[in-house]
């Protein structure tokens, strides 16, 4: 299994550009997730989705959008950039645990520099 | 509103000695711990967990504890290892819905030889 993949690894945007960050998982877990981690910061949640065609909000939605239109994929689309935009991004996924373990699996993250 | 915070933004630690990292939550509604280590240029990695009914969880040189009076957990790392050098984050999280983390801000363990 190549877990949780994303592209690309880094990308430099111009101000008001826009693009997609794929995502990717072959652990058929129902649960994915999109975080961005600012700067000495910890991880804030911008989208996460429970199944295909189910989407919602996380902490910081604003300038960001989401499908899942498939198990395995969970595209993230940035629709005009802003400078306020750069940071690292990371895509997760879990699977519906009975256990309830609550692990994630991050992929190796996109570095987004807008200026 | 950091619901979860870990104050320590860094932390240096003699080979071979205990670890001790910290964190400390708001939300009384997190019922569900973890922490994930990170190195550099790659994504966090699943370390150790612990629920609400338990105020201890260990896993061979790792131990979470649960002090839910305080809401505050600690991770203890037992003997450290150089391989250990990495920022460590804390996560929190409610166990209806879903599965949605909360992280502190991380702390950077440095393991000196």
């Known amino acids: 299994n190549a877990g949780v993949t994303q592209t690309p690894k880094f990308r430099i945007l111009k101000i008001g550009q826009s693009m997609t960050l794929q995502c990717a998982q072959d652990?058929?877990?129902?649960?994915m997730y999109w975080y961005r981690q600012d700067p000495g910061m910890g991880l804030k949640l911008i989208y996460y989705s429970v199944g295909a065609g189910i989407t919602d909000k996380g902490e910081v939605p604003n300038g960001y959008n989401v499908s899942r239109s498939t198990t395995e994929d969970f595209p993230l689309r940035l629709e005009l950039a802003a400078p306020s935009q750069t940071s690292v991004y990371f895509c997760a996924s879990s699977p519906i645990d009975e256990d309830i373990s609550y692990e994630q699996y991050f992929g190796p993250g996109t570095r987004l520099t807008v200026t | 509103d950091q619901q979860v915070k870990q104050n320590s933004p860094s932390l240096s630690v003699q080979e071979g000695r205990i670890s001790i990292l910290n964190c400390d939550y708001t939300n009384s509604m997190f019922d569900y711990f973890l922490w994930y280590k990170k190195y550099p240029a790659e994504g966090p990695t699943f370390l150790i967990s612990?629920?609400?009914?338990?105020d201890k969880n260990e896993d061979g040189r790792f131990t979470v504890f649960l002090n839910k009076s305080a809401k505050h957990l600690s991770l203890h790392i037992v003997p450290s290892q150089p391989g250990d050098s990495a920022v460590y984050f804390c996560a929190a999280s409610e166990s209806q819905g879903a599965q949605k983390l909360v992280f502190g801000q991380g702390t950077r363990l440095t393991i000196n030889p």
């Open positions: 612990i629920s609400s009914i338990k």
């Open positions: 652990m058929n877990h129902n649960y």
